[in-house]
């Protein structure tokens, strides 16, 4: 992982959470994709994005690809972006079918995936 990204993990209801600050791209996805995939766990993932201040085509498809081995393990992925990050408007155009589920804060991901 490059220097444009940090990634961070804590537990939230027993679940991992991944918050990740910083940019996303060719140089660090790769890297940041594998983290992710070592913090899932048994009911899957929150990766806030928050704190992301630029993502590109790497980075959304590293998000594809997570919530793919997650659903194939039957767990769950919720992706974390204010209402009013710019990075929602291309979450929302490059997935309008909705397979990410996108939530406003970390409160309402882990709600969605613990049915709490």
């Known amino acids: ?33 594998a983290s992710l995939d070592e913090a899932a766990g048994d009911r ?6 928050s704190s992301v201040g630029f993502m ?3 980075g959304l498809h590293m998000l594809f690809r997570l919530a793919a081995a ?4 039957g767990c769950g992925l919720r992706v974390v972006v204010p209402r009013a990050a710019p ?9 309008p079918t909705g397979y990410i ?3 406003e804060t970390v409160d309402a991901a882990v709600a969605a995936l613990t049915g709490a």
């Open 1 to 33: 992982m490059t220097a444009a990204a940090r990634l961070a993990v804590d537990e939230v209801a027993g679940l991992p959470v991944a918050r990740i600050d910083g940019e996303v791209d060719l140089s660090n996805a790769a890297s940041l994709g």
């Open 44 to 49: 899957g993932l929150v990766v806030d994005l």
């Open 56 to 58: 590109d085509s790497a």
């Open 70 to 73: 997650l659903a194939a393990h």
């Open 87 to 95: 990075l929602l408007a291309v979450l929302r155009i490059s997935d």
């Open 101 to 103: 589920p996108v939530d």
